[in-house]
């Protein structure tokens, strides 16, 4: 069976990757399972995808914990413990990372001894970066071996019909030009063995308390007033910049920003809005000077 993990941020694209590529495999004809799995789901949160394929019936359930293939959409989740990216991956792990850092300088970063393939899915107009999604489960569908290039032709044009011809065609367009830039590396990915039943551990019982409905229920009354909304109190960890180390390359941090919470003072110095900071922790990974870094909130509270 092959286990296959796609990992990226909300709005990348990642579901739609995975319904991608478990089409193709059912397609193909093969079992499939398929589905995405969030934590808090807003745009920039890290979320992962998961996809089964086997010739039998497949009878395990729940995230993939030993993966034949990781995909990586946004490469400044590896080193976020949350992110789980690296969570069970061995020496025949493949790994395939949507990065413009060569595949060798990541091999040595991650200490990695299996395949990795380091693949620049969009170009540098960040208008493409839409079609991230599209282009990682063509590559995805290649490494594989096990899916022919009609099969993902017909799962793009099923699971994307609805976008529209001229959305379609670029979608088509970019997914199979990955599946052939991955010629060289086709079959990479091995199929896992079934995994027994009789060393399976039942996971620890959590007993987490409820919030008064007076702290949990929905701050939203009305349309239009996500500002009133203080999206901030989501966070559990909070960047903080050094301004003695900030280079005022300001476009990079407030760019990124997936909220516009970072603001730009008259002096080029960025200024986050903490009332809206979602505590993504994108700025901390693209600072170039390391400006900011990330504390836990309650350090500041307290």
Known sequence: MYRIRFHGRGGQGMKTASRILGKAFFIAGFE??????????????????????????????????????VVVADDSLIPVPAAGVLQG??????????????????RQRLNHRGPLIAFPAAAADRSELRFTGASLAGAAARLTGAIPRAALEAALREELAEHGEEALAHNLDIALSAY?????????????????????????????????????AAAIHAAGNSVQVRT???????????????????????????????????????????????????????????????????????
């Open 89 to 106: 991956i061995s020496d025949r792990t493949a790994m395939l990372i949507n990065s413009s850092v060569d595949a060798e300088t990541w």
């Open 232 to 302: 901030g109190l989501w966070r559990t960890q909070r960047p903080v910049v050094d301004y003695e180390r900030c280079h005022r390359c300001w476009w990079v941090c407030s760019e990124f920003c997936p909220d516009s919470a970072i603001r730009v003072r008259a002096d080029q110095t960025p200024e986050i809005d903490y009332d809206h900071c979602k505590g993504c922790l994108i700025c901390v990974a693209q600072c170039p000077s390391h400006a900011i870094r990330a504390i836990p909130e309650r350090e500041e509270k307290t």
């Open 32 to 69: 499939v399972q398929d589905a995405p799995r969030y934590g808090a789901e807003r745009r920039g949160a890290p979320i992962f995808a998961y996809v089964r394929a086997g010739r039998q019936a497949i009878n395990e359930r729940g995230i993939i914990r030993e993966p034949d293939l």
């Open 180 to 216: 052939d830039r991955m010629d060289p590396h086709a079959g990479i990915v091995a199929e896992g063995s079934s995994i027994a039943a009789t060393n399976y551990r039942p996971a620890e019982w959590l007993d987490l308390p409820l919030d008064s409905a007076e702290d949990a």
